[in-house]
């Protein structure tokens, strides 16, 4: 049973892994190759535990603003992960997203678009006790011509993703409030 897993994977094209990067602790080398876009996410209770869910704007509705949640901001860009060379989506907060404006703005690090050399951004501690350092190459390094070809075969406007996730994040709060108001209703009718 399954003996040929490595020409399945090879005949429908599956890639190991997936097409997000989760930082690790430790060192986390990447190249940005796509611009970072900014959404909103909010920390949402479910069954006691918590889990973002990403904001619609307040001006679409979101029911976490209209109920004072917080917004959280969040950036989503395209990286090749250095680890496997492959390239992925990666999720960042304000935190790194800052140390990289700084990179883009100093005068030995700076940088027009794209960085033109890869980043190490380190992560220790965990949970709300969790740092990221940002370090630059100490030199440039072009893209290579495989690299260029698998970014321009992957990478989509981050703006389109966000918009698919807002639209997956609106209906399952749809579905959230209607199954909680059947909660609700069930209450009542049993009282």
């Known amino acids: ?34 611009d970072f876009v900014d959404y909103g996410v909010h920390s949402v209770r479910n069954k006691g535990k918590y889990k973002s869910v990403v ?44 140390q990289i404006k700084k990179l883009q703005e100093s005068e030995e690090y700076g940088f027009q678009d794209l960085p033109p050399y890869d980043i190490d951004i380190v992560k220790s501690g965990e949970g709300l006790d969790t740092d990221y350092n940002v370090i630059p190459s100490r030199k440039d390094t072009p893209l290579t011509p495989e690299e260029e070809e698998m970014i321009a075969e992957t990478v989509k406007d981050p703006r389109e993703i966000i918009e698919k996730m807002k639209e997956k994040a609106k209906s399952s709060v749809l579905e959230e409030i209607d199954s909680d108001e059947e909660l609700e209703e069930l209450s009542a009718d049993e009282i």
């Open 55 to 98: 904001c619609i704007g307040k001006e679409n509705g979101c029911y976490y603003c209209a109920n004072g949640q917080p917004v959280k901001v969040q950036f989503l860009g395209w990286v090749i992960d250095r680890a496997d060379n492959q390239v992925k989506l990666l999720r960042i907060g304000w935190t790194i997203a800052s």
């Open 1 to 34: 049973m399954f003996n040929n897993l490595d020409e399945i994977k090879k005949n429908y094209g599956i890639k190991e892994g997936s097409d997000w990067m989760k930082l690790k602790d430790g060192s986390n080398k990447v190249r940005i190759v796509s």
